[in-house]
């Protein structure tokens, strides 16, 4: 994984509005546990494409490196994509995260509205978990994708 590593460092080098390659390096340094450097990448990215995965996959790497940044992306991807039960799910997350269980309540409903599976209650009750640790689970798997 080091030469892997040091491949798409280079290539991002080279191409530092190649978006593929930013990605793949920051789930990598995800991966490694260098959460503040993924972030970072995804930061310091010109743009990010308008698709939900990778919307989202941005939100959820921000949401570790800089909560703020992440609320901003949410904030603005919901606008556009108000029925993504994925988006409201993050958002709470996030707000749970970050002590605001009444703005986490009101995603959590909208969440669980939009996708039944989605439990209030459940999400709720995992806000004893640290809700870094679910977004850093859903990020290693969205790095299997």
Do not use: C
Request: charged share 30%; proline share 3%.
């Amino acid at each position: 994984m080091a030469d892997e590593l040091a491949l798409l460092e280079k290539a991002l080098q080279a191409s530092p509005d190649n978006w593929k390659v930013r990605r793949s390096l920051a789930a990598i340094l995800f991966e490694k546990g260098r959460s503040a450097d993924a972030g970072k990448l995804i930061q310091d990215a010109p743009e990010i494409p308008e698709d939900d995965k990778d919307q989202l996959f941005a939100a959820e790497l921000l949401s570790i490196a800089d909560p703020k940044s992440a609320h901003e992306l949410l904030d603005k991807y919901l606008d556009s994509n108000a029925a993504s039960a994925q988006g409201h799910l993050l958002q709470a997350r996030l707000f749970l995260s970050t002590g605001d269980r009444e703005k986490a309540e009101s995603h959590f409903k909208v969440a669980e509205v939009l996708d039944p599976e989605i439990s209030l209650e459940k999400e709720m009750d995992a806000g004893a978990k640290s809700a870094a640790a679910v977004v850093e689970e859903q990020v290693a798997a969205a790095v299997v994708e």
